[in-house]
């Protein structure tokens, strides 16, 4: 049973395009995030959501946003997609800093390429 | 704001041979310190975390420090093998509810 998954695991798409990727748990955590790994390899904080919480990273444009229709699911929606919005996207997962486990478990990744 | 830094990119090493990485941490110190296996084409994967009073963490070939004087965390692998050539990322937050910041991370080869 995969624990975090991703789907697509691949995705291009026109430049001006709105797309959608799709992330789900079973490991019944509380919080779930958003990263993107860029061209260098650096994963950077996009978003972490809790149903209580959201946490925005300031430096995401507004084109991105998440969508949570339960406490299993963070979808990240990209309207009006840019070149420079090509990278990978890790879904990842975690319990409540206020539970102990703190460690996060990510999916596989969606490679996103904006032609 | 809290940074992580992992100032080797890449780092070649000798199988049998023990590997050393370094994150290094500016401004306070963090409650704890997190290290992550990354191989390309997949997600990073949790290894160890070692809390802000604890010296030394281990798990099997793995051992980790924490130096809250020199704002530093070591991550030894002890008889490296092929097998551990991975990008390794180091990882805390500022507290509360607020998510990991990663390091850029060190890509670690073994050479056979």
């Known amino acids: 049973d995969t624990a975090v998954s991703q789907t697509p695991k691949y995705l291009v798409t026109q430049m001006g395009n709105d797309k959608s990727i799709k992330c789900e748990q079973n490991?019944?955590?509380?919080?779930m995030y958003w990263y993107k790994q860029d061209s260098k390899k650096f994963l950077k904080i996009m978003f972490s959501?809790?149903?209580?919480?959201?946490?925005i990273n300031e430096t995401v444009p507004n084109r991105f946003s998440p969508k949570s229709p339960d406490k299993a699911h963070l979808n990240l929606h990209i309207n009006s997609l840019e070149l420079g919005d090509s990278a990978v996207y890790f879904c990842?997962?975690?319990?409540?800093?206020?539970?102990?486990?703190?460690?996060?478990?990510f999916g596989s990744g969606t490679r996103l390429t904006v032609v | 704001s809290q940074k992580i830094e992992q100032n080797s990119e890449a780092l070649n090493i000798q199988e049998g041979k023990t590997a050393t990485l370094t994150c290094n941490y500016t401004?306070?110190?963090?409650?704890?310190l997190q290290w992550y296996r990354q191989d390309p084409g997949r997600g990073p994967v949790f290894l160890l975390l070692?809390?802000?009073?604890?010296k030394e963490k281990r798990k099997e070939r793995l051992k980790v420090t924490f130096d809250t004087t020199l704002k530093q965390s070591l991550f030894h692998i002890t008889a490296s093998q092929p097998a551990d050539s991975a990008t390794y990322l180091c990882?805390?937050?500022?507290?509360?509810?607020?998510?990991?910041?990663f390091g850029k991370g060190t890509r670690l080869s073994v050479i056979a």
């Open positions: 990842a997962s975690s319990l409540n800093p206020g539970q102990g486990s703190i460690r996060y478990t």
């Open positions: 490991l019944g955590h509380d919080t």
């Open positions: 959501y809790n149903n209580k919480e959201l946490i």
């Open positions: 401004n306070y110190s963090p409650a704890y």
């Open positions: 070692i809390r802000e009073n604890e």
């Open positions: 990882a805390t937050s500022v507290g509360g509810n607020t998510p990991l910041v």
